[in-house]
């Protein structure tokens, strides 16, 4: 399929999806976290969305991404490499940006050990 036939393909699923659970695009919107303005990109055909943003459609529409867009496990198997920096602040402080993909306990168990060392320096 080529990139226009992928995008309506995906719009026409958006659409039955919507249709069949009488739901509107901000209805979508809210149920996959994702801004109205982007979903009516996805309903017109006019762009296709990441692997993150297809993810949160099929899960808000309780269908598996292979449902809303066949082609979409050979399109995003490239995930990028994590990114981490560290810039040194005014104060003895720093920031840290990670940019990675890791499982939702992962991420939560990172957010207590910052909190706990932030609440131990006071």
């Known amino acids: 399929m080529s990139d226009l036939q992928d995008r309506e393909d995906l719009a026409r699923k958006l659409r ?15 149920a996959a976290g994702l801004p109205r303005e982007l ?4 309903v017109r055909g006019s762009s296709f969305p990441t692997a993150r943003s297809l993810r949160r459609l099929a899960d ?3 269908m598996k991404i292979e449902e809303l867009a066949p082609q979409a496990p050979g399109m995003f198997q490239y995930e990028p ?15 840290i940006m990670v940019n990675t993909v ?4 992962v991420a939560l ?3 207590r050990l910052i909190e706990g060392a932030l609440a131990r320096e006071g």
């Open 16 to 30: 039955l999806a919507l249709r069949s659970r009488e739901w509107n695009q901000s209805d979508l919107a809210r």
């Open 102 to 105: 890791v499982p939702i306990g």
């Open 81 to 95: 490499p994590p990114t981490m920096e560290i810039t040194g602040l005014a104060n003895g402080k720093a920031r």
């Open 39 to 42: 979903i009516s990109t996805y």
């Open 60 to 62: 808000a529409l309780q």
């Open 109 to 111: 168990e990172i957010g």
